[in-house]
Nanobody, 116 residues
Framework: QVQLVESGGGLVQPGGSLRLSCAAS????????MSWYRQAPGKERELVAS????????NYADSVKGRFGISRDNAKNTVYLQMNSLKPEDTAVYYC?????????WGQGTQVTVSS
C-alpha cells in the first residue's frame, strides 16, 4: 500500500519559516520524481517545486524562487520543502506527489497559514 504523509504545516507569521516533510512508504522512493503542489481556497492546484530522482535537479514556480528549497533524502524516503520569507499569499494546502512515468501518488495535504 502506497502512502505519502505530509507534515510540518501550521500557522506562521509573515516573514517566518516552515519546513514541510513528506514521508513515503510502499514505493521504491528513489525511482520517483517528487513534487510539492499547493491549493489555495478558490484556486486551482499549482506546482510549487519539483526534484529529480537522484536530487540533482530542482525546479521552482516563479512565485517561490529564492524563498523555498526542495530537497530529498532517499535513504529516509522523504522529501522536504523549506519555506522561508513566507507571505500571506503562500497560504494553502500543500501536497506532495510522487511520479514515475505515468504512475503518480498524492499525499493528503498539510495546511500552511501565513497570517499575523
Amino acid at each position: 500500500q502506497v502512502q505519502l504523509v505530509e507534515s510540518g504545516g501550521g500557522l506562521v507569521q509573515p516573514g517566518g519559516s516552515l519546513r514541510l516533510s513528506c514521508a513515503a512508504s510502499g514505493v521504491t522512493f528513489s525511482r520517483y520524481a517528487m513534487s510539492w503542489y499547493r491549493q489555495a481556497p478558490g484556486k486551482e492546484r499549482e506546482l510549487v517545486a519539483s526534484i529529480s530522482r537522484p536530487g540533482d535537479t530542482t525546479n521552482y514556480a516563479d512565485s517561490v524562487k529564492g524563498r523555498f528549497g526542495i530537497s530529498r533524502d532517499n535513504a529516509k524516503n522523504t522529501v522536504y520543502l523549506q519555506m522561508n520569507s513566507l507571505k500571506p499569499e503562500d497560504t494553502a494546502v500543500y501536497y506532495c506527489k510522487a511520479l514515475q512515468q505515468f504512475i503518480e501518488y498524492w499525499g493528503q495535504g498539510t495546511q500552511v497559514t501565513v497570517s499575523s
